[in-house]
């Protein structure tokens, strides 16, 4: 792979000079562009140690107008990190709309270094990877220029620069994996190319940068950076003319006849439930003890709610976090985004949220918004919300690993009963704020809804992460069906992990012996 | 302190329930009116185990609109928390503009358990305190209702709960020290008055409820937020007076004839440093090996720029960048804030981007523009940048404690080298994006800027932080001048942490008699 990479080219001085002068207006110019189409630029600058990495982020500051670019490093995790997804570090570090983010080593320098020492194994390797190519598939989709260079040495000049580290001290190591890697030339190597193997795809290709001149690395930098951008803009236009094309050839997005999921739920179910106060009480206590050993366990909850205007989703969240220590418990409610949020991948909002594990997280209202209002109201291109089905089931994988729980409630009611209710808070004095014009409006978009939560239902109702339609014709029966799954939820999960415990146990006697 | 609480007054459920109704109106309309007028409320609930913090929490959901309070918990730091300044952890949890933030705890949780069981001694709390009540002085002034509510049990209560928890195994403890103090009731009692003496202000002020009888708590802690909310909403409308008062018997802000700091400052020095390439290598080698080891032992630094426009803020930072590892220093370009920001108090935006211990950040502008361009530009009322002097203080104090370095730097050029510039800057095709209508703009408002630099170097040059004012006529003199001054600071800093670590070896030796 990196054959042509050690062919020792060089440039002199004087053409660098020359080249470099046009390749600068260039690179500004892509910049200028770049920040008036709000496109962020990611740029991941791997490389062996000696190749020059730093210095080729600050050649980029002086390049470019250093204003919009920010760097970025990453290694030994900080607990807080630690006891997030694993993705969350880069998530809440990621360039905004315009904006130039620099990653020193990226998401790869940890796994890499991490890999070749032998602390990761080669399929959690791959299958960090394998996430890694998803989280880039999934920025670039959203308009992101990525830029991903390698810089290169052959192994001689390596062997050369490191030697001359040792002899005049200079060998600095942020984490004891640089100094473990710092002399297994040909390990990191092979480490890097399963990375740039798996890794490389044409909306973030890998550009490998023969770095042991420092003129042609640099030549080379400017050039892949260029083209990152000029490609991002490419697909910028595309999209637009596709947009356009699909906006101009639109028929109504309302699936008449349809029969839908919500159809299929027994709204019948409105019988008081018996001894509603005492039973509520009872399960309040219990989910008391059992969210309290889940935050010790570090086993994380997160709960959204979706559904109807006025389908009681205030009421459900109020009685669960009655049940439940305020200390570890958050409630989210997602209403428009601000400008920060608005910069980002959508995802992006919902990443800086996740806490730490052991809590719980209660949505009112969820990432699923981009294929509810912003489909219906067409706020979204098509594009961009159909594949967002894909993008929240990977999104969901993450927060349901290590046995941590996802619970997704639609509360369903009948327009009529929604009627009822929207007349109900019009006369009560403290419910008044409650409703809006845009309750009304979306009560009669309720058809265009139907097949909008259909879909998605279909599309994300996953093995991790299934659907739960409560029917909440009664609020009390549904307030009780919530905290019942809820309670059965953690129950399982617990239960899972105190299966693990005893295998915990064993490698301890293993270790006695 | 707490005699008026233990008196036992109770209200019986028909008469809580009328109270509660006209209560509940109130605090829902004062809720809508600190939304309106973008006033954040910030409620701090501490109280002994078993007063029904944890309830309270939950009825502020009920009372009022649930989307937009937010509540958060305090307790072990996590290491990101650790390795910054106490405060930060805080900082980064409150409200924003018309938000009412719920600290369970908040900043007097930690600090009364941890006194309470002995792990901090008198003069740490009491200095804990002191930083408390100057932040939230500052909080206050700028417009945030503060409430701060204790709950309060008397003794025979308290261990009437306490015995029935231990009973019925409910005693649930987030905290080590939650365990410890659980069984001390005069030890927290005295641990809390010194607390609410020391800060109990009259903008921010306590309440103390008898929690013995849950309606009568109830009601008293709705009381006390409304009240919170109301002398808040008092206070921004006698402001507002003030403002205007001011702005009609406003004179020009510019004082004539008065002699400048910066007119001290001598210009001449313009000769061409000798040997400038040579002693700036030499002086980025030896940065690198300073900032890897005070990163190593944790000490921060942070430099700020402030200066004229184009007196080569951006070439100093490129040669200060050039010299140290990329990974370890972060570039803070300040331009306009965000929304989010701007629904903050105006130190917020710098909180949050203070790194962990033993990272270099650099400030291209900084928080002076508070009292520097808000002031010329008439963007913020004098009895807020003439305050801000003091917070900076505050604040710079708190950034520079542990040893952690903090430079000023002032880049002074003269008016006529100032338009000489300009001009060039429009004759480069790669500087030009550098020169905007508005540098011309500040550049006519240079007299009304040289009076607002002066009050800044007066007031804010303090012992820990002092002004550093750079001749840079010409700018290789400066840009050494610069390297050399943090090339100082860091050797001394390290200096100074050297001889801190015997005192380490002695204590262990006292351990080994």
Same mark, same amino acid.
């Given at each position: 792979?990196?054959?042509?990479?050690?062919?020792?080219?060089?440039?002199d001085? /004087? &053409?660098?000079?020359?080249?470099?002068? %046009?390749l600068?207006?260039?690179?500004?110019?892509?910049?200028?562009?770049c920040?008036?189409?709000?496109?962020?630029?990611?740029?991941?600058?791997?490389?062996?140690?000696g190749?020059?990495?730093?210095?080729?982020?600050?050649?980029?500051?002086?390049?470019?107008?250093?204003?919009?670019?920010?760097?970025?490093?990453?290694?030994?995790?900080?607990?807080?990190?630690?006891?997030?997804?694993?993705?969350?570090?880069y998530?809440?570090?990621?360039?905004?709309?315009?904006?130039?983010?620099v =990653?020193?080593?990226?998401?790869?320098?940890?796994?890499?270094?991490?890999?070749?020492?032998?602390?990761?194994?080669?399929?959690?390797?791959?299958?960090?990877?394998?996430?890694? +190519?998803?989280?880039e598939?999934?920025?670039?989709?959203?308009?992101?220029? *990525?830029?991903?260079?390698?810089?290169?040495?052959?192994?001689?000049?390596?062997?050369?620069?490191?030697?001359?580290?040792?002899a005049?001290?200079?060998?600095?190591?942020?984490?004891?994996?640089?100094?473990?890697?710092?002399?297994?030339?040909?390990?990191?190597? $092979? #480490?890097?190319t399963?990375?740039?193997?798996?890794?490389?795809?044409?909306?973030?290709?890998?550009?490998?940068?023969?770095?042991?001149?420092?003129?042609?690395? !640099?030549?080379s930098?400017?050039?892949?950076?260029?083209?990152?951008?000029?490609?991002?803009?490419? $697909?910028?236009?595309?999209?637009a003319?596709?947009?356009?094309?699909?906006?101009?050839?639109?028929? %109504?997005?309302?699936?008449?006849?349809?029969?839908?999921?919500?159809?299929?739920?027994?709204l019948g179910?409105?019988?008081?439930?018996?001894?509603?106060?005492k039973t509520?009480?009872?399960?309040?206590? &219990?989910?008391?003890?059992?969210?309290?050993h889940?935050?010790? /366990?570090?086993? #994380?909850?997160?709960?959204? =709610?979706?559904?109807?205007?006025a389908?009681?989703?205030?009421?459900? *969240?109020?009685?669960?976090?009655?049940?439940?220590?305020?200390?570890?418990?958050?409630?989210?409610?997602?209403?428009?985004?601000?400008?920060?949020?608005?910069?980002?991948?959508?995802?992006?909002?919902?990443?800086?949220?996740?806490?730490?594990?052991?809590?719980?997280?209660?949505?009112?209202?969820?990432?699923?918004?981009?294929?509810?209002? &912003?489909?219906?109201?067409?706020?979204?291109p098509? &594009?961009?919300? %159909? +594949?967002?089905?894909?993008?929240?089931?990977?999104?969901?994988?993450?927060?349901?690993?290590?046995?941590?729980?996802?619970?997704?409630?639609?509360?369903?009611?009948?327009?009529?009963?929604?009627?009822r209710?929207?007349?109900?808070?019009?006369?009560?004095?403290?419910?008044?704020?409650?409703?809006?014009?845009?309750?009304?409006? !979306?009560?009669?978009?309720?058809?265009?809804y139907?097949?909008?939560?259909?879909?998605?239902?279909?599309?994300t %109702?996953?093995?991790?992460?299934?659907?739960?339609? *409560?029917?909440?014709?009664?609020?009390?029966?549904?307030?009780?069906?919530?905290?019942?799954?809820?309670?059965?939820?953690?129950?399982?999960?617990?239960?899972?992990?105190?299966?693990?415990?005893?295998a915990g146990?064993?490698?301890?006697?293993?270790k006695? /012996?």
């Open positions: 792979m990196f054959e042509s990479a050690a062919l020792g080219r060089t440039c001085d /004087k &053409e660098y000079a020359e080249t470099m002068q %046009s600068r207006m260039r690179l500004f110019e892509a910049q200028r562009q920040l008036a189409r709000k496109i962020p630029v990611l740029v991941t600058i791997a490389g062996l140690s190749a020059g990495r730093g210095a080729v982020v600050n050649l980029l500051s002086e390049w470019m107008d250093s204003k919009h670019i920010h760097n970025d490093a990453f290694w030994m995790e900080t607990d807080e990190e630690r006891l997030r997804p694993p993705l969350w570090r998530w809440r570090k990621l360039p905004a709309a315009g904006e130039i983010g =990653f020193l080593g990226g998401w790869y320098g940890p796994a890499v270094r991490l890999h070749c020492c032998g602390e990761l194994t080669d399929s959690d390797f791959l299958s960090r990877l394998h996430r890694v +190519r998803g989280l598939a999934s920025l670039a989709d959203s308009g992101m220029a *990525i830029v991903k260079l390698w810089l290169h040495l052959d192994k001689a000049t390596y062997d050369l620069r490191h030697q001359h580290r040792l005049h001290k200079e060998d600095y190591h942020f984490t004891p994996y640089d100094k473990k890697t710092a002399g297994n030339y040909d390990g990191l190597v $092979a #480490s890097i399963t990375a740039i193997t798996q890794t490389d795809r044409p909306q973030a290709p890998w550009t490998i940068v023969d770095a042991a001149d420092a003129n042609y690395r !640099n030549l930098v400017a050039q892949a950076i260029i083209a990152g951008m000029e490609r991002a803009m490419a $697909a910028q236009d595309a999209k003319a596709r947009v356009k094309q699909e906006k101009d050839g639109a028929a %109504s997005t309302v699936q008449e006849g349809l029969i839908s999921t919500l159809d299929a739920i027994d179910i409105s019988q008081e439930p018996q001894h509603y106060r509520l009480a009872a399960l309040q206590e &219990e989910l008391y003890g059992l969210t309290y889940a935050y010790q /366990k570090g086993i #994380s909850s997160t709960l959204i =709610f979706e559904g109807w205007d389908a009681g989703k205030g009421g459900v *969240i109020r009685r669960l976090t009655a049940g439940v220590d305020a200390r570890i418990t958050r409630v989210i409610p997602i209403s428009a985004p601000s400008d920060e949020e608005l910069a980002h991948h959508y995802l992006w909002r919902f990443w800086r949220h996740i806490p730490r594990a052991g809590f719980l997280t209660i949505y009112d209202r969820s990432w699923y918004g981009r294929v509810l209002v &912003e489909r219906v109201e067409e706020l979204t098509r &594009e961009d919300w %159909s +594949r967002a089905y894909a993008e929240i089931n990977h999104f969901e994988e993450q927060l349901t690993e290590n046995g941590n729980i996802l619970l997704k409630f639609w509360l369903h009611i009948s327009p009529e009963e929604q009627l209710r929207f007349r109900e808070r019009e006369e009560t004095p403290w419910k008044q704020y409650k409703i809006t014009s845009e309750d009304w409006r !979306n009560r009669e978009k309720r058809d265009a139907v097949p909008a939560a259909d879909e998605m239902f279909l599309r %109702s996953t093995s991790y992460a299934p659907w739960h339609v *409560i029917a909440a014709e009664n609020k009390k029966y549904a307030r009780l069906a919530v905290l019942r799954c809820y309670r059965d939820a953690l129950r399982a999960a617990l239960d899972r992990s105190a299966e693990k415990k005893p146990s064993k490698k301890k006697q293993r006695g /012996k």
